[in-house]
């Protein structure tokens, strides 16, 4: 009986033994982060001079003493000559050591991009409307308040305001603005350009002596189904690049063609929306045949290149492996 004991005994033990052994073992507790603090000076990049010294800095950091320098107007960059700091960026990950020193530059009173957006589109719509309606100290006073007896007036006032109340729509429930604001300056150079193109074509659309296009009926029809199909396919390409990017994002990608025909544009350019745009504005010389808006579509056309370009050069610098049959805004063109 004592034998047997003992071996239970041994037995008892070895298994409290094998528990034992087998229990995790607690884990050494973990070493507090290192704390990291930044001494940031801040130069006025025109003066050089010394504007504020900043201790214990440790990630990010704004210029609010004065309530005039909201974050919004102010462009801090490492250099004179380099490109502003993003938002997104901190201490840590630019190139610099525990001492930094900062060029700032007020960027001036700001506008949100909605506000800019939202005036540069009320204003030719009401402005071309004026014109459409032959209001008192435009024309002739024997105009006054009259109608066009030509068809194809009605149909481009149709068409021009169709185009610009899209646009506001698009404004307020489509666009996500990456960027926040623009400056204040901006929107009298915009509407300046967007209001007195829209009254130049306006006046000669709408005038009483205004003849038709050369070709009737069938060049109306023509330029009326190229207007109709690219300002759809604008549309579409808005809402692709919207879902493109979720709410309040800023991480960028490669946009490509979704199920909605009018997005497969976007094998062949960068910027279809702008291909669109340019399209629109073409129809809708076609269907009016008026010098002024032939004027407007070349200007718009040089402008949207230019943003086209820019647009399709970011996207081969950030994507390696951006699809390389795409040109900016005009298929194997340009």
Known sequence: MDVLALEAKSVNGADAEKKSSSRPKPKPPKKAKRIVYFEVEIVDLKTKEK??????VIKFFSISKDPK????????????????LRDEEILQTLP?????????RDLGPQL???TVFLTECVGPLIIYLMFYFHLPFIYSPKYDFTSSKHWVVHLACICHSFHYIKRILETMFVHRISHGTMPLKNIFKNCGYYWCSAAWMAYYINHP??????????????????????????FSIHVALRN????GSKTKKIPFPTKNPFTWMFWLVSCPNYTYEVGSWIGFTVMTQCVPVAFFTLVAFIQMTVWAKGKHGSYLKEFRDYPTLRSSILPFIL
């Open 209 to 234: 002596l205004y003849t038709t296009p050369y070709y009737g009926q069938m060049q109306v029809n023509a330029g009326l189904y190229v207007f109709l199909f690219c300002q759809i396919g604008n």
């Open 96 to 104: 610099v050591g525990t001492t930094a020193s900062f060029y700032f």
């Open 69 to 84: 320098w909201y974050p919004a107007r102010q462009s801090l960059r490492l250099d004179p000559k380099a490109k502003c």
């Open 244 to 247: 493109l990017k979720p709410p």
């Open 112 to 114: 949100t991009w909605g």
């Open 51 to 56: 504007l504020l010294l900043l201790d214990k």
